[in-house]
């Protein structure tokens, strides 16, 4: 997720915080979704190797999730991105078994969800997760106040108590004086901000956000997502968030999870999926993107070299180009990327120029990147993609495009990124 550091204007990626720890909340091993007729007999065989397509004309099966294995790591924002269809939704549903899986493991806290009783799974899902939809799923007949408390009566918290934290949860997403409205009293994005608050007000350990901006019109949208910024920043929680929207992926992000017919594509920072996309499809998708925007220090910068002058201007590793780009260019020195007083190398004009002259990573040839481009622009990155347009993914190669950001174009410093 995108945070203000230094300057309101300067865009950082905090990451550290999630990066530093080894502990998964979520621990997802070898997951597959199958729907259809006896889905067992799809996974583990040679009919699970059949182009979509070509298993629902045999079978009348469609694998959703295929093979999809990742760690979500506490207060991570961990983003879901893919094409309409791509099984999103449905591996998101998965983790909370609200789509049982076909296969593989789903681990929260080492506790494997799959094997949990009806008994356990409803405790996990009142007191540990929740959700937030599309479609906002807000009671209607119910006032603002009794949404939000929603999650504590069906828990049994007292009323009082219950209210009580309704009532911070309502002021901390912006609608005091709104306790007693209706639902449809309210506009779109103020329906989603009592969405948030009802997720929130169980204090749950994940949140998880099936998109749930889309139907907000795209200025609204703008400021939801500064909400969930903020109260990430607020609450700390970890957050898995679907889009299909790939500038709210990388604006929200700490990593993402790129999906194509049910399989994971690329997984990584936003850095390594605009820097380094490992095949068409994500190339197509980051192919608009301005890469001064998304790229940062830590990515673009090198070691220095033995006769260089150490005593120019120092920046941080997570701040991103476009932000560095005028100190960089007027400095008479490498800039120095320090964290925590400690040298992780430098940037100069070399690197800069790199980034704003060079085509998206990976392309032969190409125009220049569009650096001055508006950032709406982005919204659309992918949208037109159609997937006949790029390359598939060869079921009997494992190595075909489907782990995680490979070292190309990787400079010093990014390599604590698993
Ligand atoms: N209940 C179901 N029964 C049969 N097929 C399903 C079911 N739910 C989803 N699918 C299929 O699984 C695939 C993945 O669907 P899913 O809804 O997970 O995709 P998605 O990436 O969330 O798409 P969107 O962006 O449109 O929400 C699709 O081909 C869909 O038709
Ligand atoms: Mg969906």
């Not at 997951?31 to 298993?55: C, I, M, Q």
């Not at 506790?111 to 996990?124: M, P, S």
């Not at 095949?279 to 301005?290: A, G, H, I």
Request: net charge neutral; charged share 30%.
């Amino acid at each position: 997720m995108v945070t203000t550091m230094t300057s309101p204007t300067q865009q950082v990626r905090p990451g550290a915080a999630a990066r530093s720890e080894d502990r998964a909340v979520l621990d997802v091993r070898g997951l597959w979704k199958v729907f259809g007729p006896r889905p067992d007999r799809v996974v583990g065989t040679p009919l699970a190797e059949l182009p979509r397509s070509e298993l629902r004309a045999r079978t009348g099966c469609v694998t959703a999730v295929r093979d999809v294995s990742f760690t979500v790591r506490p207060r991570e924002v961990f983003v879901v991105m893919g094409l309409s269809g791509s099984g999103k939704s449905t591996l998101v549903r998965c983790l909370t078994r609200l789509v049982e899986p076909t296969a593989g493991e789903v681990l929260f806290d080492g506790e494997d969800i799959r094997k949990a009783g009806d008994r356990r799974l409803r405790e996990l899902r009142r007191h540990r997760f929740a959700m937030v939809f599309q479609n906002f799923g807000l009671l209607p007949h119910r006032r603002v106040l009794d949404n939000v408390a929603y999650g504590l009566e069906i828990r049994g918290t007292g009323k009082a108590a219950r209210y009580e934290r309704a009532r911070e949860m309502v002021e901390l997403v912006g609608l005091s004086g709104f306790e007693d409205s209706y639902p449809d009293q309210l506009s779109g994005g103020m329906q989603q901000r009592v969405g948030l608050a009802r997720a929130l007000a169980v204090d749950p350990d994940v949140l998880f956000f099936d998109e749930p901006f889309s139907a907000l019109d795209p200025l609204i949208r703008r400021d939801m997502q500064n909400e969930v910024i903020r109260l990430h920043r607020e609450v700390g929680k970890t957050m898995i968030f679907i889009t299909h929207d790939l500038a709210e992926a990388l604006k929200l992000g700490d990593r993402i999870l790129v999906m194509r017919d049910g399989e994971l594509v690329q997984m990584g920072t936003p850095d390594e999926v605009v820097g380094a996309p490992v095949d068409d499809y994500v190339r197509e998708f980051v192919r608009d993107v301005p890469r001064a925007n998304v790229l940062t220090t830590r990515w673009i910068m090198r070691p220095p070299r033995p006769d260089e002058p150490l005593d120019g201007p120092e920046t941080g590793p997570d701040v991103v180009v476009r932000d560095v780009v005028h100190t960089v260019l007027r400095a008479t020195r490498p800039v120095k990327v320090v964290e925590g007083g400690e040298l992780l190398g430098v940037v100069t004009a070399e690197e800069i120029l790199g980034v704003l002259a060079e085509p998206v990573a990976g392309e032969p040839t190409g125009k220049p990147a569009d650096f001055a481009g508006p950032s709406s622009d982005r919204t659309s990155a992918g949208a037109g993609v159609g997937v006949g347009a790029v390359k598939p993914i060869d079921p009997a190669d494992p190595s075909s495009g489907r782990t995680s950001a490979g070292s190309s174009g990787k400079p010093v410093g990014s390599g604590e990124q698993g």
